[in-house]
């Protein structure tokens, strides 16, 4: 009797684990400028797009310039794309190094985060 319920417990173990039930997370799928990127002409946004729903007023975007200093930005939306965050400069970026840090909240309320870098070129 026992081994029956050691077996339907470890069954029960695996499905509650089952790749899909746990993996309900928001993943970036884009952004603009692209992580890594080197661009031609200081941006005037940072965009990021995600693969499922954003609950946007617990997501944000981040700008810093070389050296950890804060880009001031402010966040914009775009009526209609829950999967969309959007961060605009009061002038475009000029040339240098930028670090976009990110944190985003998923309708199901899980929580991701994530950083990359791109260049504006000189």
Same mark, same amino acid.
């Given at each position: 009797?026992?081994?029956?319920?050691?077996?339907?417990?470890?069954?029960?173990?695996?499905?509650?684990?089952?790749?899909?039930?746990?993996?309900?997370?928001?993943?970036?799928?884009? +952004?603009? !400028? @692209?992580?890594?990127?080197?661009? %031609?002409?200081?941006?005037?946004?940072?965009?990021?797009?995600?693969? =499922? $729903?954003?609950?946007?007023?617990?997501?944000?975007?981040?700008?810093?310039?070389?050296?950890?200093?804060?880009?001031? +930005?402010? !966040? @914009?939306?775009?009526?209609?794309? %829950?999967?969309?965050?959007?961060?605009?400069?009061?002038?475009?970026? =000029? $040339?240098?190094?930028?670090?976009?840090?990110?944190?985003?909240?998923?309708?199901?309320?899980?929580?991701?985060?994530? +950083?990359?870098?791109?260049?504006?070129?000189?």
């Amino acid at each position: 009797m026992d081994k029956r319920i050691a077996v339907a417990a470890l069954a029960a173990c695996v499905v509650g684990f089952a790749p899909g039930t746990a993996l309900a997370h928001a993943h970036l799928k884009k +952004s603009s !400028p @692209a992580a890594g990127a080197t661009v %031609a002409a200081g941006p005037s946004e940072v965009r990021l797009e995600f693969d =499922e $729903a954003l609950e946007p007023r617990f997501s944000k975007v981040t700008v810093e310039a070389k050296g950890g200093k804060p880009v001031p +930005s402010e !966040p @914009a939306s775009e009526p209609g794309q %829950a999967t969309i965050l959007i961060v605009k400069f009061a002038q475009p970026l =000029e $040339a240098g190094s930028y670090k976009v840090n990110w944190q985003a909240v998923s309708a199901d309320t899980h929580k991701v985060k994530g +950083s990359f870098n791109f260049q504006v070129r000189p």
